[in-house]
T-cell receptor
Framework: DTAVSQTPKYLVTQMGNDKSIKCEQN?????MYWYKQDSKKFLKIMFS???????INETVPNRFSPKSPDKAHLNLHINSLELGDSAVYFC???????????????FGDGTRLSIL | GIQVEQSPPDLILQEGANSTLRCNFS?????LQWFHQNPWGQLINLFY???GTKQNGRLSATTVATERYSLLYISSSQTTDSGVYFC?????????????FGKGTLLTVNP
C-alpha cells in the first residue's frame, strides 16, 4: 500500500553514464515533485508538475530532464552523470491546482545516487 | 525568497524527556509542514499546520502565523524519535509556488 514509491532505492554508476529514476503515487494527487538532498541534509526542490504540466523548474542543469506521462507518474532522467550529482533524490506528491499547492506533501523513500 | 530558520540545530535528550523545536520564517505563509527524517532516511509528514494547533499522540505543533513562527513539541521522547526534523513553508504572496525547507534539527534520544 505504498503511497509514493520510487525506484531504484540505490543507484551506483560511473561518471558520464545516463540513468533514470521512476516515481509513482497512488494518493490521487495531481502535483508531483523532485527534490535533491545533499550531504548536509539540505532539501531543495528541483521540479514540480501539476497534471503533467511543468510548474517549477529550479536552476537545475539541463542534463536533468523530468517526464510526467500522467499525473500519477513523474520520472527523472539524468544524462552525463557527474560526481556532484551524488545525492539522495526524493519524489513527493500533494494536491494542487495550477501553481497552487494544497495540503501535506508525501515523500517516497528516496533514491541514493552514488557516482564513481 | 522566504527564509526559514530552525532551532536548535542539534538536540540530545534522554529517553522520557520533553522538547520543543522552533521554526521561524521571514514572510507570511499559507502552507507550513513538519517532517521527520528517520535514521533510515525516510521523510515522514508529521503535521500540515499553516495556523493553529494540532496533536498526534506524543507530538503536537502550534503555528502562530501572525508572529511568523511554529513550534513542534515532543513529549516523553523515545529512541525512535531520533532523526532530523524539518520545517517547510510556502509564502502566501508573490510567485513562489514551492515549499522552502529549513536546515533541520538533528534530535538524538539516548536510552
Amino acid at each position: 500500500d505504498t503511497a509514493v514509491s520510487q525506484t531504484p532505492k540505490y543507484l551506483v554508476t560511473q561518471m558520464g553514464n545516463d540513468k533514470s529514476i521512476k516515481c509513482e503515487q497512488n494518493l490521487g494527487h495531481d502535483t508531483m515533485y523532485w527534490y535533491k538532498q545533499d550531504s548536509k541534509k539540505f532539501l531543495k526542490i528541483m521540479f514540480s508538475y501539476n497534471n503533467k504540466e511543468l510548474i517549477i523548474n529550479e536552476t537545475v542543469p539541463n542534463r536533468f530532464s523530468p517526464k510526467s506521462p500522467d499525473k500519477a507518474h513523474l520520472n527523472l532522467h539524468i544524462n552525463s552523470l557527474e560526481l556532484g550529482d551524488s545525492a539522495v533524490y526524493f519524489c513527493a506528491s500533494s494536491h494542487g491546482e495550477g501553481r497552487a499547492i494544497f495540503g501535506p506533501q508525501h515523500f517516497g523513500d528516496g533514491t541514493r545516487l552514488s557516482i564513481l | 525568497g522566504i527564509q526559514v530558520e530552525q532551532s536548535p540545530p542539534d538536540l540530545i535528550l534522554q529517553e522520557g524527556a520533553n522538547s520543543t523545536l522552533r521554526c521561524n520564517f521571514s514572510d507570511s505563509v499559507n502552507n507550513l509542514q513538519w517532517f521527520h527524517q528517520n535514521p533510515w532516511g525516510q521523510l515522514i509528514n508529521l503535521f500540515y499546520i499553516p495556523s493553529g494547533t494540532k496533536q498526534n499522540g506524543r507530538l503536537s505543533a502550534t503555528t502562530v502565523a501572525t508572529e511568523r513562527y511554529s513550534l513542534l513539541y515532543i513529549s516523553s521522547s523515545q529512541t525512535t524519535d531520533s532523526g532530523v526534523y524539518f520545517c517547510a513553508v510556502k509564502n502566501s504572496g508573490g510567485s513562489n509556488y514551492k515549499l522552502t525547507f529549513g536546515k533541520g534539527t538533528l534530535l538524538t534520544v539516548n536510552p
